[in-house]
Each structure stands twice: as C-alpha cells, then as structure tokens.
C-alpha cells in the first residue's frame, strides 16, 4: 500500500477491493461518483457530502445526495456520458447491485472500487476500507466500531424463530442464504424456512405453505409491501404471523447498520 500526499500532488493509493481486484486511487479522491445507495449515504456521513459529484436515481438517503450531485441512471443501467462529464477520481461500485458489464466498462476507464457483501463483518469490512481511501479512516472506524458493538450487545429470540423474508410479488421471491439479509435475520435468532434454498429464489404459494413458517416478514423494499397484502399470506399460511419489516433496515449495509440491531430488538421483542 503506497499512501502519499505532496501539496497538491496526489499519490494513487493503491487498494484491494472486496473482489480483490487492484486499485490505484488518487488520495484523497475529490470526485467520486457512487453507484450503491447504502455507500452513498455512508459517504455523506463520512463527511465526504461536497466530494460526491454522481448518483443513482435509488441514492434516496440522505436527502439532499440527488440535488448536490449529478444522477447517473440507476444501479443497472449507468449513463456513461454523464458519469464522463463528471470527470470521476473515484468510483464506487457493488458486485450484487450493479451490473458486471457496465462496470467493466467504466474499470477501463477510471478507478473503480467495489465491494461485495453477504455478512456484517463484511459490510463493517467495507465501512473501513472506504474511510481509508477517502481519507476518512478514523471516522469511519469509529463507525465500524458503533455498528460492531451495537450488534454484540443484540440478544437473539430465545426460542428461535422460523421466518421467510419477501423481497417480491409477481414472483414472489424470498432472502435465502447467503444474503445480507439472511445473516442479519439470523443475528437476530431466525431461522429462515427456506434455508434449502440460496440467494434470492423465486417460490409459489405451495412452496410456503409446505416450509409452514412461524412468521413471514414483508419487507418495504424493493417491493414495497403494505397492509393490503397482509390477508393474501394469512389465506397460505394461516397459523403464520404476518409483519411488514423496514427492508432499509434489513438490506443497506452502510451506516444506516447504526440503527440496525436496535430495530431487530425491537422486531424480536415485540413478537
């Protein structure tokens, strides 16, 4: 790791990414460009806020992230055009949210970082390593440090508690294993009735009435499940309890974790 900075000369500090990919990155980076919502509003909280020059259209936290800088398309369809004009030193990216093309085409071109994250250790992983490369490594530890303890003091359900968590309708389509949310519901002392299963399968009706779970969480986002769709999971699964959960919560691996465990406190106790 090289780590230099000469007056106004700016040294690549060169990184490994969570994909292990090599990155050279003029530090500290001055126009970064995020196209992952959860590091966007990591970056804002990182103070970095004047430095974030380009967006996604799904950048909704904090509020203010579309109006300073420049939307770039979604997570899966970046405008290139755009993202040159902003003349990016940085550019942060998700293995998952993002699309292998696109960001192949911009790694030719700029220096991109991504991350890819299934696990806390892995987001709080992440957390660190971007407050490194954005000069912002003391902050960004405390953070790391916050979250960490938050989740050390997170008692799980005494009594485990089988769940599927909805992601979508029309297919519906759950969190299984190895997924992010799957190791904050087990965190939490959920066991996931679809455990059989990996990543994010599509199920029928007749696959959840069979697994039969305790509870069937909705969650907010991407889909964005409210009360009117509470009756059409008690008519599958009966005994179930049925909750819609805060997928910000459950889903967005940057700072917003510092809210994380308190709400799945809540969840577990309230149920």
Known sequence: MQLEQLGNLRVPLTVTDQMNRRVAVPFPPKRIVSLVPSQTELLFDLGLGERV??????????????????????????DFEKIADLKPDLILGNKEENYREGIEQLAAQYPVWLSDIATLDEALDMIRRIGLITGRKEKADALATDIATSFALLKAAATPITGAYFIWRKPYMVAAPSTFIDDLLHRAGFQNAFAHLSRYPEVTAEQLATVAPQ????????????????????AICPSAQIRIVDGELFSWYGSRLRHSAAYLHELISAG
């Not at 380009?54 to 420049?70: N, S």
């Not at 509870?215 to 009756?231: C, N």
């Open 53 to 78: 020059v380009g967006v996604t259209k799904f950048c909704i936290h904090p509020a203010e992230a579309r109006k300073t800088a420049a939307v770039v398309g979604g997570t899966k369809n970046f």
């Open 215 to 234: 509870q069937i969480l909705l969650s907010s986002e991407p889909y964005s499940f409210g009360e009117k769709h509470i009756a059409e999971f008690q």
